[in-house]
């Protein structure tokens, strides 16, 4: 029977705090003394690993608190580090796409193994060179990727946002005037989000990207701490690489105006770090924070004079309009006819998001429900008198 090959490597820290071995069972059953040196002699002609790449993947059990931290792992020292793998793993039979799992620190945190260097080799040895594949920020990875293109108007934002990245691939360049922090500001659903986004995808490792109501701790210190630790990390990245961004999208919920803090205690703690962290001068250069908010009315003056520009996103005039539609459905595979000037006549006060959801995307379903055959401005046309109706109603309720 082909067995999996699991060597008595692994232990577990027992009632006097000392390592002992862990019982291995091979599905379902004990393994005995003899079965382990037989196994061993089964596989001492496996080869030996010179190099395995590995990638951080998380625990098997998602810890809720820790979410967005899952997979986010950190090495100061990789001669440490290499000590404390081959402790834990040398020894063990392993191939590609298999997990291998930390004992001591992270007890039961998996790593991948991407790949195993000579690609024939199995055996993890003394000699084997363990290497971790570097973290993309966690929050990045669920990002679909966008880019400037996918951008319509905004001008200014764009600018601002290609300035920045200049300023990562060359800070040289800047000296002291380079750019330090901006926000982003106006009507929900007009790109603000989305040109974030953007830059995220031109600049990769490089930005750390966090919602405002992330940054709020459970208990007290928590939220100081989390802003905090987002700093040193930003700090880690510019000695690596000399510059790093700081994202936090929708601000207001960590930076109210005094006047509301007392309302919400809890963020008072997280707005002071966060504006001794932006006061930080030396220590904090070439990092660069932009924040967005759709609610700048509530934030918080200090707070506010803090960003060198601020930065307004608008509802999108006539031809932007005709382009959103354009561009939007360009991305689905349904026919469509549409006089746009016509349609977009009527969309006056509409954001980018309205127009994607509440437009384009119903007349899409219904596409694909068989409701019609393809998309027509008579259609669009009912859609937004639909919208129209229910939003009348919706005030007729509150007047
Ligand atoms: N200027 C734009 N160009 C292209 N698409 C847009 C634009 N504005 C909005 N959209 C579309 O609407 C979606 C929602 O926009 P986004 O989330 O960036 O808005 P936001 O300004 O961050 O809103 P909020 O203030 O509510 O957070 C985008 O993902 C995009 O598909
Ligand atoms: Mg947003």
């Not at 046309?381 to 009348?392: A, M, T």
Request: aromatic residues 8%; hydrophobic residues 40%; glycine residues 6%.
């Amino acid at each position: 029977m082909a067995k999996k090959k699991v060597l008595n490597r692994r232990v577990y820290l027992n009632s006097d705090n000392k390592l002992e071995p862990i019982e291995v069972t091979i599905e379902g059953e004990e393994l005995t003394e003899s079965d382990s040196e037989q196994e061993t002699d089964e596989t001492s002609q496996e080869s030996n690993i010179q190099k395995i790449l590995l990638k951080p993947v998380g625990y098997p059990i998602r810890l809720s608190e820790q979410a967005s931290a899952q997979s986010d792992l950190e090495i100061d020292d990789y001669n440490l580090f290499q000590a404390y793998a081959q402790d834990q793993w040398v020894g063990l039979i392993v191939a590609v796409d298999e997990y291998l799992f930390d004992q001591m620190i992270l007890p039961d945190f998996a790593f991948k193994i991407i790949k195993i260097i000579p690609e024939s080799s199995r055996r993890v040895t003394v000699e084997t060179e363990f290497e971790i594949v570097p973290s993309v920020d966690s929050q990045l990875k669920s990002m679909e990727k966008v880019g400037f293109a996918d951008i319509i108007g905004n001008s200014r934002a764009i600018e601002k946002c290609k300035i920045i990245q200049e300023f990562m691939l060359h800070p040289e360049k800047f000296g002291r005037w380079s750019p330090k922090n901006v926000l982003f500001f106006g009507f929900p659903g007009t790109g603000k989000t989305l040109t974030a986004r953007a830059l995220a995808s031109e600049c990769g490792s490089q930005i750390l990207v966090r919602k405002g109501t992330e940054l709020i701790g459970l208990h007290v210190g928590d939220g100081a701490n989390k802003i905090h630790t987002l700093f040193d990390k930003a700090r880690k990245i510019v000695k690596k690489s000399g510059s790093a961004i700081i994202f936090i999208d929708e601000i207001d919920a960590i930076g109210l105006s005094r006047s509301y803090q007392s309302v919400r205690g809890d963020v008072i703690e997280v707005s002071t770090a966060l504006l001794s962290e932006m006061d930080g001068l030396s220590e904090n250069s070439g990092i660069i924070t932009i924040a967005a908010t759709n609610n700048i009315d509530l934030l918080d003056p200090g707070l506010r004079s803090r960003f060198e520009e601020e930065i307004d996103f608008e509802l999108p005039d006539n031809s932007e309009r005709v382009q959103m539609m354009q561009l939007f459905l360009s991305q689905i595979d349904v026919p469509y006819e549409i006089s746009y000037q016509e349609v977009s006549n009527h969309l006056d006060g509409w954001s980018g998001r309205d127009i994607k959801e509440k437009l384009i995307k119903i007349a899409f379903h219904n596409v694909v429900l068989s409701k019609i055959e393809k998309i027509t401005t008579h259609h669009l046309l009912e859609i937004i008198r639909n919208v129209r109706k229910k939003q009348d109603e919706g005030n007729a309720i509150f007047s």
